[in-house]
């Protein structure tokens, strides 16, 4: 370690070595790195589960789980996939660019990060453990309706301690990642010349700090409901089963967009690298972005149309969604002209962009659909909501955080990655993406509903594709594992800026980045 | 090239779920005026999407086989231009204001549930329909009031769970009693629930409203067409939330009032004085009238209910049919076992969960079990 880091980083004496260097790190690089493999394991685990939801769906009848195991298994998949997968992986991001991108030393707080970061398996452990205990893991749907989950085994109560936890972890985050971006960006660097991967998580934090303690505040009245007699859910007891969902919506709407808007912000730096050209309209993505986190806040009983409210309420919960629809189709515009006239090429980070591009909008579609009350009623709790959701978070912010992956790797690896199995990777999981999640549509038109573990036999093809498509995009997910693990192994040796048409800070400093980085900031024209 | 094949594929699938005749690739065919209007109105959408999408990644692809490097295609640097911006954040705003007219005069006519001919209450079980037919306001009134049964799922249990037991043309999609409404009448659903939220769904007719513990909603349709339609249980409710379909039998004004009529007498008898909602639950299946109100069925109710943890001897349950784990429970007397089942006893719920079983049913089932495993 001395020897690497040679004189400039005497202070540095002491830096713990092996897995004592891992849970006391401070490092933002360090941490970062930690956040990315946690996701990615929560990603293999939450796979399997889905994997083992759609094994059951390949045929009608009931073949591999009981009903309640299969209800355990859809709930569990769609938890570990938000708070386990997704969000870390973005945080993951967070912390390896932020700093790195606005020529930061390291994150505001430390000691702070280090330790959202290690909130976060105990986190994933009473999850995962909850399958253990009698009665099993929840089985009440990641939305974790009342009074179902009122009803439950301790394995909801496992749950809801780890959702405290992981937003425990997320808030700390966030408020890392907000001083770090308003006080330690270099100079010269005005909050409009920042890179809009830095943008799009500065608003994504706010959101977080604004809806993780709804959350935290829906489950622990979940949770004394459960224990310790209270009624908030209970009509008999005065309180309203319906709360719950205008609650636990005010969080899980914004929380949509804490998923995508990092997506955007990591194509809005692939894009317009690997088209040469200048981000089109960077004001407008700006304030795009900001519209659509202020409209967020407005449109959470979209979500529940079919509860029955009164018509006034569907009309405003209706416009206001489809407001949304405007600013993101900025977005897509923007895009979509940063390309044009762009001397583009393909390497796997732009695939991925440019696939999420195109079928990310075809999630925005649907969401346009579902955003009508009228058909959202039909639609509501079916396959076509699933497929929706999936074109946006698959789609969106998984090909986002894979494009990003291979974008950064060789600045994190000191390696360029396997190109053939990276552009392998690319196209595999967009035939399967596809084919698992396209013929949902048909299935939700046509009548399934979701969380069934059987279903009658009109709609035995569809999920027969579809849970074919599933299990060939689960394996396919093994090549980007391979394709990792040989780029931190070796490979070719990485430049400064792999990319020609790269510019942001970050590509200033030798690959991979050395463990400490801008010490002295960097000065921005 | 790849992609390429994958937009038209795409797109040929979009287009086949635009014209979607067949309800395989759309919406079911609407039975009703609503369901017709949310017809129409997804159709519309997705005629504009598909248009967009067109246009929007029209250019992109267009841009991707031209404007790359490997055609020597040099990047222009131009990264603003506000006339654009504008015109596209208008253009959309409009089209969306050109949605939003039609769908909000749907809402408000699916919102309507005024002036009903016949009332009907829907009450979601874990995991059964309840269905009541109320004295309400409308033409209907007095011809069905007070009918009142539960509708379980009637597929047979090997066809779910042998896989070479073939499975029957409406698998899963059929029940024992039937709802049976008159066409051409509105009729106003109002949906509760005894345990937990659930949600009334039959896509034909445009109708989903969730079914909420301790509160009640509406919603109403009115059938085109006599037929029967069906739908399930739209909001996860638990393990059989995938077994508690929904199915409407509608039927001519004249056959609803013979139909109704026959029900009536069954459920006055099979009464009991003091529970008027217990009524159908032990309506025989078919035809009411013939059989005054059968014996309650001990079997039925174990199969239905109790067997999901006596069965297997789920959460500590004693299994059925295990003489050991049962020899020191029946040393308690029939009496006392009742009683637990009935009240309830450590993880034994309160008459099995269903708190809408009479004593009586819970009683039989108690004595089947016992039965079985002494
Ligand atoms: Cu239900």
């Known amino acids: ?525 | 090239m790849k992609k390429l094949s994958l937009i038209a594929l795409a797109t040929a699938m979009c287009l086949s779920g635009g014209i979607a005749a067949a309800s395989r690739y759309g919406l079911q065919d609407p039975q009703t005026s609503i369901a017709r209007d949310i017809y129409s109105l997804h159709t519309l959408i997705l005629w504009i999407c598909v248009v967009i999408f067109v246009a929007v990644f029209g250019a992109m692809f267009y841009s991707i086989f031209k404007h790359r490097k490997s055609v020597g295609h040099k990047a222009a640097h131009f990264h603003e231009n506000t006339t654009v911006e504008v015109i596209w954040t208008v253009i959309p705003f409009v089209i969306l204001l050109g949605m939003a007219y039609p769908a909000t005069k749907t809402i408000i006519e699916m919102k309507d549930t005024s002036n009903p001919d016949l009332t009907i209450k829907a009450t979601g079980y874990q995991w059964k329909w309840g269905y009541e037919y109320i004295k309400g306001e409308g033409s209907l009134t007095g011809v069905s009031d007070g009918v009142s049964f539960y509708s379980n799922l009637s597929t047979p249990q090997e066809q779910i769970h042998d896989p070479k037991v073939q499975k029957g043309e409406n698998y899963l999609l059929e029940v024992d009693n039937e709802l049976v409404v008159p066409v051409g009448k509105k009729v106003r659903i109002l949906t509760t629930a005894a345990d937990v939220i659930h949600a009334f769904w039959v896509p034909a007719f445009g109708v989903k409203q969730d079914a909420i513990p301790g509160f009640i909603r509406d919603t109403w349709f009115k059938v085109d067409q006599p037929g029967v339609y069906r739908g399930q249980c739209a909001e996860l409710c638990g393990k059989e939330h995938g077994f508690m379909p929904i199915v409407v039998r509608a039927v001519s004004e004249e056959e609803f009032k013979d139909w109704a009529s026959k029900q009536k007498p069954a459920a006055v008898a099979a009464a009991p004085a003091a529970d008027a909602t217990q009524v159908a639950a032990v309506a025989p299946a078919a035809d009411a009238t013939a059989a005054a109100a059968g014996p309650v069925d001990g079997k039925k109710t174990y199969e239905g209910l109790c067997a999901a943890c006596h069965g297997a001897g789920i959460a500590g349950a004693p299994k059925v049919g295990d003489k050991a784990a049962w020899t020191a429970r029946l040393a308690q007397g029939d009496a006392t076992l009742a009683k637990h089942a009935i009240e309830g006893i450590r993880a034994m719920p309160a008459k099995g969960g269903n708190p809408a079983l009479s004593d009586a049913e819970v009683k039989a089932a108690v004595e089947h079990m016992v039965g079985l495993s002494k």
């Not at chain 1, 009981?66 to 997704?86: C, D, R, S, W, Y």
């Not at chain 1, 809009?196 to 959350?215: G, H, R, S």
């Open chain 1, 1 to 525: 370690m001395e020897a690497v880091h040679g004189h400039d980083h005497a202070h540095d004496h002491h830096h713990p070595t092996g897995i004592t260097r891992w849970l006391t790190t401070t490092n933002h690089k360090d941490i970062g790195s930690m956040y990315l493999w946690f996701s990615f394991t929560m990603f293999i685990t939450g796979g399997i589960l889905a994997l083992g939801i759609r094994a059951e769906l390949f045929q009608p009848g009931l073949q591999l789980w009981k009903p309640e195991f299969f209800n355990q298994l859809t709930t569990m998949h769609g938890l570990m996939m938000v708070f386990g997968a997704i969000m870390p992986a973005f945080v993951g991001f967070a912390n390896w660019q932020i700093p790195l991108m606005i020529g930061a030393s390291d994150m505001a707080f430390a000691r702070m990060n280090n330790f959202s970061f290690w909130l976060l398996p105990p986190a994933a452990l009473l999850l995962a453990s909850s399958f253990f205990v009698p009665g099993g893991a929840t089985g009440a749907g990641w939305t974790l309706y009342a009074p179902l989950s009122v009803q439950q085994g301790m394995g909801m109560d496992l749950a809801i301690f780890a959702v405290h936890i992981m937003g425990a972890s997320s808030i700390m985050g966030s408020i890392n990642i907000i001083v770090t971006i308003l006080n330690m960006r270099a100079p010269g660097m005005t909050l409009m010349k920042m890179p809009l991967f830095v943008w799009t998580w500065l608003i994504t934090a706010y959101l977080l700090i604004a809806v993780m303690p709804v959350l935290a505040g829906a489950v622990t009245m979940l949770l004394t409901d459960r224990h310790f007699g209270t009624n908030f859910f209970n009509a008999a007891g005065g309180g309203d089963p319906v709360l719950y969902q205008h609650v636990f919506w005010f969080f899980g709407h914004p929380e949509v967009y804490i998923m995508i808007l990092p997506a955007f912000g990591i194509v809005s730096q692939v894009i317009p690298t690997f088209a040469r050209k200048p981000l089109f309209g960077y004001a407008s993505m700006v304030y795009a972005t900001a519209s659509i986190a202020i409209l967020s806040f407005i449109v959470w009983a979209h979500h529940m149309f079919v509860t029955g409210m009164p018509a006034a309420g569907q009309l405003f919960f209706m416009y206001a969604t489809m407001l949304i629809a405007v600013p993101t189709g900025v977005k897509v515009f923007n895009w979509v002209a940063t390309m044009w006239k762009g001397s583009m090429t393909f390497e796997t980070p732009m695939l991925f962009s440019v696939g999420f591009l195109f079928v990310f909008t075809m999630g925005g579609f649907t969401g346009l659909v579902c955003a009508v009350a009228p058909i959202d009623i039909q639609i509501q709790d079916t396959y076509y909501v699933v497929a929706h959701f999936h074109y946006v978070l698959v789609a969106g912010s998984l090909f986002a955080l894979f494009s990003g992956t291979y974008f950064w790797l060789p600045k994190w690896t000191g390696h360029m990655y396997d190109e053939k199995l990276g552009k392998l990777h690319f196209w595999l999981s967009m035939i399967f993406f596809n084919m698992t999640f396209f013929v949902m549509h048909f299935l939700g038109l046509a009548g399934m509903p979701r969380r069934i573990p059987d279903y009658s036999q009109q709609f035995a093809d569809f999920n027969m594709i579809a849970s074919i498509g599933a299990f060939g995009f689960g394996l396919t997910q093994l090549i980007f594992l391979a394709v990792i693990i040989k780029c931190i192994k070796g490979g070719p040796k990485a430049p400064a800026k792999p990319w020609e048409g790269a510019d942001t800070l970050e590509w200033t400093l030798p690959s991979p980045a050395p463990y400490h980085t801008f010490e002295t900031p960097p000065v921005v024209k």
